[in-house]
């Protein structure tokens, strides 16, 4: 028979330097998961994505155990690496701060296509470019 499932938690940390601290600690102390345990395994899974932030769903079960799935970083991160920015424009209309080009807008749609609503390479691309647009961020051929 299944485990019985008493709730999930989604939550951003660090890839590979996550700590109990907040929004981690607080988050698994309420559903009663070892906080320890959690982090350190975390922090095994993602040891190859050095601070930058990944997604994670946790699933609790009564027995006060969890599995978690890490998902793919944001591409707003990936994206800012690439153009190696800290952050994007306030203007995007307006103050275009850098600009990456197709084969790295290509390379990020492969690398998150499992985590967005695209079911070919190109559409996934597509998505990318308008979340590079949205930061300010041109596109180069």
Do not use: H
Request: glycine share 8%; with cysteine; hydrophobic share 40%.
């Amino acid at each position: 028979m299944a485990k019985q499932i008493t709730g999930t938690i989604k939550l951003q940390a660090a890839g590979g330097k996550a700590t109990p601290a907040p929004p981690i600690g607080p988050a698994l102390g309420a559903q009663n998961v070892n906080i320890g345990q959690f982090v350190s395994q975390f922090n095994e899974r993602t040891r190859d994505f050095n601070g930058m932030p990944i997604p994670v769903v946790i699933t609790v079960y009564a027995d006060n155990t969890f599995d978690f799935i890490c998902k793919s970083p944001p591409a707003s991160a990936l994206l800012k690496e690439a153009a190696q920015i800290a952050s994007g424009s306030g203007e995007p209309n307006k103050i275009k701060v850098a600009s990456v080009t197709m084969d790295q807008i290509r390379s990020i749609a492969e690398q998150k296509i499992a985590d967005l609503n695209a079911t070919d390479i190109d559409a996934a691309s597509r998505i990318i470019i308008g979340t590079a647009k949205s930061m300010g961020l041109t596109v180069e051929n």
